[in-house]
């Protein structure tokens, strides 16, 4: 009975969870290739790029983009929950056979490997707030040296991944007018870093918006052909009396995850035999990114 108890209350918790995000939450949506111009009347394109250049003794001088971010709808409250793109999938019907064209919801990271974007978003003004890099341990983790590049996770400035930092920028940028599309500038985080326990960040050493705007234009062009819209450069901005700041989180040692996962299993299931975790773990391996 008491088992039951707690699996309702998780059951419970989950639902309350869901609901309350489906209220305070907005899904982003990528640029398709195969209809770049479908826009409904409230909604602009928005594209750039946020890239991290680091520092380091192993590495060297390397960059990656962002894996989380943290962006606000501003009128709103809302906060990105995921990007998506939608694609056309085809089916085969089970009662007919019939091939059937269905559109689907297919979950992308928010940035490319190179950093840049193209988002469909709401009119309105924006903040972005937080930016990260990191991911989320499991003792079952077939690979522990490397983030999922496919993951995409949500952040606030006080929520660093439970592996990796998350940097507040603090800038702001604003989707109105008739136009149909909006440069917003290259922001760059330059930071020193220290890998002892996963990526760490040791000081932000310069946070610069850049007008890349001829370079993005030919970004834009080679990536969507026919795309026909009128753009506009209106780049994105820092908010005055807005520091930057840090949030840094060191990657768990197998010892710390296995023990998690036994105190875990412990009180779900009820007293058990919990294996005594080794007292030393190794720090997990931070892989080296293209330039």
């Known amino acids: 009975m008491k088992r039951k108890k707690v699996l309702f209350l998780i059951i419970l918790s989950i639902a309350f969870s869901i609901m309350m995000c489906s209220c305070t939450s907005m899904t982003v949506r990528h640029v398709n290739p195969e209809e770049p111009n479908a826009l409904k009347s409230d909604e602009r394109v928005v594209f750039g790029r946020v890239i991290f250049i680091t520092h380091s003794e192993e590495m060297g001088e390397v960059s990656f983009p962002p894996l989380g971010l943290g962006l606000v709808h501003m009128e709103t409250g809302k906060r990105a929950w995921k990007a998506v793109i939608h694609e056309k999938a085809i089916r085969i019907e089970p009662t007919s056979g019939d091939l059937v064209t269905r559109e689907i919801s297919v979950n992308r990271p928010w940035f490319e490997n190179d950093g840049a974007f193209f988002w469909i978003l709401p009119a309105g003004s924006y903040q972005i707030d937080a930016l990260g890099w990191g991911f989320q341990m499991k003792v079952s983790d077939q690979d522990l040296k490397k983030p999922k590049a496919e993951q995409v996770f949500r952040l606030k400035p006080e929520n660093p991944p439970e592996c990796g930092f998350v940097v507040s920028p603090?800038?702001?940028?604003?989707?109105?007018?008739?136009?149909?599309?909006?440069?917003?500038?290259?922001?760059?985080?330059?930071?020193?870093?220290?890998?002892?326990?996963?990526?760490?960040?040791?000081?932000?050493?310069?946070?610069?918006?850049?007008?890349?705007?001829?370079?993005?234009?030919?970004?834009l062009k080679n990536r969507f052909p026919s795309f026909i819209l009128s753009v506009e450069k209106r780049l994105m901005k820092s908010i005055p009396d807005r520091p930057v700041s840090v949030a840094n989180r060191r990657c768990p040692t197998w010892a710390e995850m296995l023990f998690r996962a036994t105190v875990a299993a412990a009180i779900l299931f009820g007293p058990m035999f919990i294996p005594v975790a080794p007292a030393v773990g190794t720090g997990i391996i931070i892989p080296s990114f293209g330039h």
């Open 170 to 219: 603090n800038m702001n940028f604003t989707v109105s007018g008739e136009s149909g599309v909006f440069y917003i500038g290259s922001l760059l985080i330059d930071m020193d870093i220290r890998t002892e326990h996963g990526i760490e960040i040791k000081n932000i050493n310069r946070v610069e918006i850049m007008d890349e705007y001829a370079e993005a234009m030919e970004l």
